[in-house]
């Protein structure tokens, strides 16, 4: 069983920056393809971010590309998401996911198998 820890969040004013990171323990890194999801209350959980076992392909969410960019380093069982330009309405509750399926990127939270507890995010007007 694979366990996910998300750290980094905080309160930040827009335009700025956090960077967002989730540990892998229990399996090897290697063995899934993660995600980043966030979620408000009252709303479906949203696809932000995801990225292939070796970290060679990523796949943003229309409303992050060109600010958020999501890495990994399978060596520190580790995966990041580092976000620019930040927006009061990126404020959420973001979450780690872990998906050991095969077969493309998924950006839907039901293929996804291992979640984190989540780290808020505010970002402040």
């Known amino acids: 069983q694979v366990q996910l820890v998300e750290s980094g969040g905080g309160t930040v004013q827009a335009g700025g920056s956090l960077r967002l990171s989730c540990v892998v323990s229990g399996r090897s890194a290697r063995d899934y393809m993660m995600g980043w999801f966030r979620q408000t209350p009252g709303k479906e959980r949203e696809f932000v971010a995801s990225?292939?076992?070796?970290?060679?392909?990523?796949r943003y969410g229309d409303s992050v590309k060109g600010r958020f960019t999501m890495s990994r380093d399978n060596h520190k069982s580790l995966v990041n998401l580092q976000m620019n330009s930040l927006k009061p309405e990126d404020t959420a509750v973001y979450y780690c996911?872990?998906?050991?399926?095969?077969?493309?990127?998924?950006?839907?939270?039901?293929?996804?198998?291992?979640w984190g507890q989540g780290t808020q995010v505010t970002v402040s007007s």
């Open positions: 990225i292939t076992r070796r970290g060679e392909i990523t």
């Open positions: 996911a872990a998906d050991d399926g095969g077969g493309p990127l998924n950006i839907t939270p039901d293929k996804y198998d291992f």
